[in-house]
């Protein structure tokens, strides 16, 4: 490497739009994606990407990985599958505090490996609400492992975060102004980064379980959990309507064979029936004249023990698994809202029996909050006013429908596209199958993924409209206007030239491990400031440099620099990090003493293993 490289006027230039950079993010008086843009401009109009070439990045592999994953992962929320996980968990959870964070944060991590990371979170808020709301567990204690998770699971695979998804197209730019007789960087392959992966979930895990969540539990104490509104808890709290479903079986011995549902339900005990299997016939909300026979299921609604009373009076099977109405109670399907009766509306003077809202509508109406008191007996048979607070249940479709009408305002949030579980297994294949091609073909990374995502548009998963509104732009737009940025630090020579001027002022001998730590902390302490993606387009190509400088690996200096930009558990320039701080009230204090030995931990396990990684790669 020269060290005695001339600072150019394009070297300035280049070096100027980094500073731009990092300022703007820091002080976020421009919007990210917008700085992105007029750094893109820039470097077109001052020639220092070819014009030809300038808007390369929006077709590049990794702007494409990114639109991949976020779709393929609206696929995958569509049909509920983190629904039917957090079920899952809380039954293997089995009630115990440490294993059910165990699990919930080991899985989280697994998922992150094939879905960015801010995606994952999402479909995790409402799955740790849920558990919140089930356990003694409160949103403190669960978001920051699981949020810890997520990042250090996005190192499983090139595809988990933003900054591995860049890394090849990075190294491939540099191979453009490599030393002549320098081998060429290969791209690494989708599962190259997997031991490392391994060893930072493993790492995370061990750490919340020892320590971060004991230290959790002294920060937080005293602490309000701020959960989110539409929970079970609240309708529980509110309205004594407890939120846990069971199927119950009708024996030959019931005697409610050959009742109508509407002369069960006023039976002493009766829990809610919201739900009736008789043969073929599958319906939520079945209207009262609705006749329950032998072998007939109920879905009903209430407290276990309440409801294990019901059962055993009136001899039923019950049963907490849904074997018949899963896909009826998914909540990404079904689920309780509060709804408002306006003036206007044509319910007034009429009762829900009169309204037949369960035979027309689909909805049954659970209580009626009227004056501040809540209203639960022979509820069918109230007739509503201007101003009842109407506790529906019903599936989500069904109640968009209904309130179409204007004769009542939901004011519960609740999921109004249309959820598909009926396309959970064929979902879940085409993952599986995405899976299975990217580790036996060598296929780009992108197009893989795309082919996943045929799969699911083809087989009506999810609808084109809606892969494009899953698409998060301001991504698309910030990675593709900066990553010209990192070409023009390497074929401007800003890299080689800082590189080489460090490399003069460092003490010779220096171990090579020793820069690769400098070099982690240092992209560590950009990404604390300015965003993971800005962060990786500014340091990798320097770390390039930096390697062929010193005689390292510059494989190795660019996987632990593309790592380490992820490496940020206390500040919200971690996309991840800024969707749980407001849900779980931390403050930076709490963040810092809890996210920051992660954090230093996270360095030593990623320079350790890629060494590791590289040392046995030689051997072999």
Do not use: C
């Given at each position: 490497m020269d060290t005695a490289l001339t600072l150019t006027n394009d070297m300035r230039l280049v070096l100027g739009l980094v500073g731009f950079v990092m300022v703007m993010f820091l002080f976020e008086r421009i919007r990210a994606d917008v700085v992105a843009v007029v750094v893109l401009v820039v470097l077109g109009l001052t020639g220092l990407v070819a014009p030809e070439e300038i808007f390369g990045g929006f077709s590049g592999n990794a702007v494409m990985s990114i639109i991949s994953t976020t779709i393929l992962g609206a696929g995958l929320e569509r049909t509920g599958a983190l629904n039917r996980l957090a079920s899952w968990l809380l039954r293997r959870g089995h009630g115990v505090e440490q294993r059910l964070l165990l699990l919930t944060t080991a899985i989280a991590g697994l998922n992150s490996s094939f879905m960015q990371n801010p995606s994952v979170m999402a479909l995790y808020l409402p799955v740790t609400a849920?558990?919140?709301?089930?356990?003694?567990?409160?949103?403190q204690r669960l978001l920051l492992p699981i949020c810890s998770a997520i990042v250090m699971g996005g190192a499983l695979t090139m595809v988990g975060n933003s900054p591995l998804i860049l890394l090849n197209d990075l190294m491939v730019s540099a191979n453009n102004n490599l030393p002549s007789g320098m081998a060429t960087l290969e791209p690494l392959r989708m599962f190259a980064?997997?031991?490392?992966?391994?060893?930072?979930?493993?790492?995370?895990?061990?750490?919340?379980?020892?320590?971060?969540?004991?230290?959790?539990?002294?920060?937080?104490?005293?602490?309000?959990?701020?959960?989110?509104?539409?929970?079970?808890?609240?309708?529980?709290?509110?309205?004594g309507i407890e939120g846990e479903v069971f199927e119950l079986t009708v024996s030959a011995d019931s005697p409610l064979v050959g009742m109508t549902l509407g002369e069960a339900e006023a039976l002493h005990g009766a829990p809610l029936m919201l739900a009736l299997q008789t043969?073929?016939?599958?319906?939520?909300?079945?209207?009262?004249?609705?006749?329950?026979?032998?072998?007939?299921?109920?879905?009903?609604?209430?407290?276990?023990?309440?409801?294990?009373?019901?059962?055993?009076?009136?001899?039923?099977?019950?049963?907490?698994?849904?074997?018949?109405?899963?896909?009826?109670?998914?909540?990404?399907?079904?689920?309780?809202?509060?709804?408002?009766?306006?003036?206007?509306?044509?319910?007034?003077?009429?009762?829900?029996?009169?309204?037949?809202?369960?035979?027309?509508?689909?909805?049954?109406?659970?209580?009626?909050?009227?004056d501040k008191k809540v209203v639960r007996e022979d509820v069918r048979k109230v007739p509503l006013r201007a101003g009842d607070m109407l506790v529906l249940h019903s599936i989500w479709q069904d109640l968009a429908a209904t309130a179409k009408n204007g004769d009542f305002v939901v004011v519960t949030d609740y999921p109004k596209g249309e959820q598909r579980p009926h396309k959970f297994k064929i979902a879940m294949a085409i993952f599986a199958?995405?899976?299975?091609?990217?580790?036996?073909?060598r296929l780009p990374v992108a197009l893989t993924l795309m082919t996943g995502v045929a799969g699911m548009l083809l087989t009506g998963v999810l609808r084109m409209d809606e892969a494009y509104a899953s698409i998060n732009w301001k991504t698309v737009f910030l990675m593709a206007g900066l990553i010209p940025l990192g070409w023009a630090m390497d074929s401007s020579g800003a890299a080689a030239w800082v590189a080489g001027h460090t490399v003069e002022r460092l003490p010779e001998g220096l171990p090579v491990w020793v820069l690769e730590i400098a070099i982690a902390l240092l992209t560590t302490a950009f990404s604390l400031v300015i965003s993971h993606v800005g962060a990786t387009i500014v340091m990798v190509p320097m770390a390039?440099?930096?390697?062929?400088?010193?005689?390292?690996?510059?494989?190795?200096?660019?996987?632990?620099?593309a790592l380490s930009a992820s490496n940020n558990l206390m500040t919200a320039s971690n996309p991840v990090v800024s969707m749980i701080t407001g849900p779980a009230n931390y403050n930076a204090r709490q963040m810092w003493r809890v996210g920051g030995p992660m954090s230093l931990i996270y360095t030593v396990v990623v320079v350790g293993m890629v060494n590791l990684m590289f040392w046995w790669s030689s051997r072999v």
């Open positions: 849920r558990l919140a709301s089930r356990t003694t567990l409160n949103l980064p997997l031991p490392i992966g391994v060893a930072l979930l493993l790492a995370s895990l061990a750490y919340f379980r020892f320590y971060g969540d004991r230290k959790l539990k002294e920060e937080t104490t005293g602490t309000a959990s701020a959960a989110p509104a539409r929970t079970e808890s609240y309708f529980a709290s509110t309205y043969g073929n016939d599958t319906r939520l909300a079945p209207p009262a004249d609705m006749r329950i026979w032998v072998g007939s299921v109920l879905g009903a609604m209430g407290a276990r023990q309440d409801v294990a009373d019901f059962s055993q009076n009136q001899f039923l099977r019950l049963s907490s698994r849904l074997r018949h109405f899963g896909d009826l109670f998914n909540p990404s399907r079904a689920g309780i809202s509060e709804a408002v009766v306006p003036p206007t509306s044509h319910f007034i003077g009429k009762s829900a029996a009169e309204l037949a809202l369960r035979k027309k509508s689909g909805i049954s109406l659970l209580a009626i909050n009227r199958l995405t899976i299975i091609i990217a580790l036996t073909s390039i440099s930096l390697a062929l400088a010193a005689g390292g690996n510059p494989t190795a200096f660019a996987l632990i620099t």
